[in-house]
C-alpha cells in the first residue's frame, strides 16, 4: 500500500508498505480520508514522536476491507470511522469507566502507524459505521467533535445557559454547536482572527469579540458575566481570561492544550476561591461502553444536521502532497480550520 511515513523533522515520504494484517478481533479499514490534527503539526514538523518511522493520522474514515475471524458488528464494504484509542482495559481507570485516562494505552497515529496510509488495521471495538447521510470527509470529522462533545459534559451545563468560548478553530467551533445543539441559550465565541469569529457567527455563536478590537473588559463592562466558559484555545492569555471572566460559582472546562507556561497572577487565583468557580480539564473523548457516547451522540448529531461540519474544511490534498499540506495548515488563517488528505 501507499502511505505517508514520517521519518524524522520535516521528513514525510510517500511510499510503499506492507498493508496490515487483519488479525482475529481486528478490521481493515480502506481509508477514504483523514484529517490533520493540531497535535499532528509538532509531530511531523518537530519529530515530536515515539518513534521513527510512523504513519500518522488519527482521524479518518473508510471503507471496511477485511474483518479478523472473530469479527460480527461490521461487515466489509461498511462504511465506517474509528476511534483511536487503544486503552489497555485492565487498569483502575479502565475498569472504573474512564478509558479516556487509561493508565497504559495506545494511539492509533501516534504509538501505532495510523490513517495517512490507504489502509489502517483497527480492533473491532474502535469501528463505528458510518450512515449514509454522513461522508466521508465528515466521516473523518467526527473525532474532533467527540473531543467537543466530551469537554462540555465535563460539567453540568443546564438549558439556558450563558456561554463562552475561546478559540474558534476546529474545537472551538464544534463546541460552539454542540452547545447549541444542547440547548445553551447564548453563546460567546472569542478570537483573534476576525474571519473565524465571521464563521462562528454563521455556525450559531449569538456574539463574537475580537480582543484586538474590543477588550474583553470593555466588553463585560455593560454585560453579565457568562456562566459557563469552555477554553480551546490553549494559550496563556485565554488560560488565564477564563478565570478572570466566569460568574461567581461559574464553571470552566480547559480543553486546550498549554504550549507555554501558565501564570495566574494572585488576583487571577483569588477568584477561583471568592467566586467558588468550579475549574476541570477535558482530556480526548471516550466514556464508557467504549468508546462512548461522545461518539455515537457525535454521529447522530451530523446525521440529523444539528452540527455541520462542511463549513469548517479548509482544503483537502492527496497523500503525495505530503508535507505542504502540514506547512499551509501552520501558515494560513483562514476561517476553515480543517485540512484532510482524501486517499
Known amino acids: 500500500m501507499n502511505a505517508l511515513v514520517l521519518h524524522g523533522a520535516n521528513d514525510l515520504r510517500y511510499e510503499t508498505r506492507s498493508q496490515p494484517e487483519c488479525r482475529e478481533h481486528e478490521v481493515v479499514i480502506r481509508v477514504k480520508a483523514c484529517g490533520i490534527c493540531g497535535s499532528d503539526l509538532p509531530r ?23 474483518i479478523g475471524q472473530n469479527v460480527s458488528s461490521v461487515q466489509v464494504g461498511d462504511r465506517v470511522t474509528g476511534a483511536p484509542l487503544l486503552p489497555c482495559m485492565h487498569c483502575d481507570n479502565c475498569r472504573s469507566g474512564r478509558p479516556a485516562l487509561c493508565n497504559h494505552y495506545s494511539f492509533i497515529g501516534s504509538r501505532k502507524n495510523g490513517a495517512m496510509a490507504e489502509y489502517v488495521a483497527v480492533p473491532e471495538q474502535n469501528v463505528l459505521k458510518l450512515p449514509d447521510e454522513v461522508d466521508d470527509l465528515e466521516g473523518a470529522m467526527i473525532e474532533p467533535l467527540t473531543v467537543a462533545l466530551h469537554g462540555i459534559e465535563r460539567v453540568n451545563i443546564p438549558a439556558g445557559s450563558e456561554c463562552m468560548v475561546f478559540g474558534a478553530g476546529t474545537i472551538g467551533l464544534l463546541t460552539l454547536q454542540c452547545l447549541k445543539a444542547r440547548g445553551a441559550a447564548h453563546v460567546i465565541m472569542v478570537d483573534i482572527v476576525q474571519s473565524k469569529l465571521d464563521l462562528a457567527k454563521k ?22 458575566l457568562p456562566e459557563v466558559i469552555i477554553e480551546t484555545a490553549g494559550t496563556p492569555a485565554t488560560q488565564k481570561q477564563s478565570v478572570e471572566f466566569a460568574r461567581k460559582q461559574g464553571k470552566v472546562v480547559f480543553v486546550g492544550t498549554a504550549k507555554k507556561d501558565v501564570v495566574l497572577p494572585p488576583a487571577t487565583f483569588e477568584k477561583i476561591l471568592r467566586g467558588e468557580l468550579e475549574v476541570t480539564g477535558s482530556w480526548m473523548s471516550y466514556s464508557t461502553p467504549f468508546p462512548g457516547y461522545e461518539w455515537k451522540t457525535a454521529i447522530q448529531y451530523v446525521k440529523q444536521g444539528r452540527v455541520q461540519l462542511k463549513p469548517l474544511l479548509a482544503k483537502t490534498y492527496r497523500l503525495q502532497e505530503g508535507l505542504t499540506a502540514f506547512q499551509e495548515m501552520v501558515e494560513n488563517q483562514l476561517a476553515g480550520s480543517k485540512y484532510i488528505f482524501t486517499i
Open 203 to 224: 455556525l450559531g455563536a449569538d456574539e463574537i469579540v475580537n480582543p484586538l478590537h474590543t477588550s474583553l473588559e470593555e466588553y463585560f463592562s455593560h454585560r453579565d
Open 44 to 66: 511531523a514538523l518537530e519529530g515530536k514522536v515515539h518513534f521513527f518511522p510512523i504513519v500518522l493520522g488519527h482521524e479518518f474514515s473508510g471503507e471496511v476491507a477485511a
